[in-house]
T-cell receptor
Framework: LAKTTQPISMDSYEGQEVNITCSHN???????ITWYQQFPSQGPRFIIQ???TKVTNEVASLFIPADRKSSTLSLPRVSLSDTAVYYC?????????????FGKGTTLSVSS | NAGVTQTPKFRILKIGQSMTLQCTQD?????MYWYRQDPGMGLKLIYY???????DKGEVPNGYNVSRSTTEDFPLRLELAAPSQTSVYFC?????????????FGPGTRLTVT
């Protein structure tokens, strides 16, 4: 299981682009990188997943360099409603149980 | 689809009491999980199941038991509740695909043991 390191907190203003970087130096060949979002008093919600290069969906983009030892979640033009905790996870896509461990995450605070 | 549902939403237990946290999913997912989240912390895996009749321990299984008699239901049993079990409990499910590993979480059960 690859250990991940991400900032504890970040601050931003509405309309700005936010980039949250996660380090995973020991990522294995068959590991995927997955990001979740959690609002207070709610369960985590899947945002995006990728293996290499760039992945984009309607919510965010995920940038993964060639060595895959880090990844960056990019949130375009954040709003107050993007204030949440963001978790970076690394694990094999088809492996159950202990493959996915949630750390403390990055608390993003968006102000007006 | 209702997704993943959990009951109850809130519960206060006295030390030594027992209770069952209910979890049901209607997405026909094979994998189901129980996590706990202590204040200001990330989630920790308690138990998981890869299908009906199959369960396995996660990172913090002590004090808990699970069963999986159907694909839909994955109840978590607390025996002899202790203050250390005060936490928010999340149930999740997923479909074991090759290229995606999206877990769907329930709304959580907030448990206080006093």
């Amino acid at each position: 299981l690859a250990k991940t390191t991400q900032p504890i907190s970040m601050d931003s203003y509405e309309g700005q682009e936010v980039n949250i970087t996660c380090s995973h130096n020991n990522i294995a060949t068959n590991d995927y990188i997955t990001w979740y979002q959690q609002f207070p008093s709610q369960g985590p919600r899947f945002i995006i997943q990728g293996y290499k290069t760039k992945v984009t969906n309607e919510v965010a983009s995920l940038f993964i360099p060639a060595d895959r030892k880090s990844s960056t979640l990019s949130l375009p033009r954040v709003s107050l409603s993007d204030t949440a905790v963001y978790y970076c996870l690394v694990g094999a896509a088809n492996q159950a149980g202990t493959a996915l461990i949630f750390g403390k995450g990055t608390t993003l605070s968006v102000s007006s | 689809n209702a997704g993943v549902t959990q009951t109850p939403k809130f519960r206060i237990l006295k030390i030594g009491q027992s209770m069952t946290l209910q979890c049901t999913q209607d997405m026909n997912h094979n994998y189901m999980y129980w996590y706990r989240q202590d204040p200001g912390m990330g989630l920790k895996l308690i138990y998981y199941s890869v299908g009906a009749g199959i369960t396995d321990k996660g990172e913090v299984p002590n004090g808990y038991n699970v069963s999986r008699s159907t694909t839909e239901d994955f109840p978590l049993r607390l025996e002899l509740a202790a203050p250390s079990q005060t936490s928010v409990y999340f149930c999740a499910s997923s479909y074991p695909g090759q290229t995606t590993y999206e877990q769907y979480f329930g709304p959580g059960t907030r448990l206080t043991v006093t």
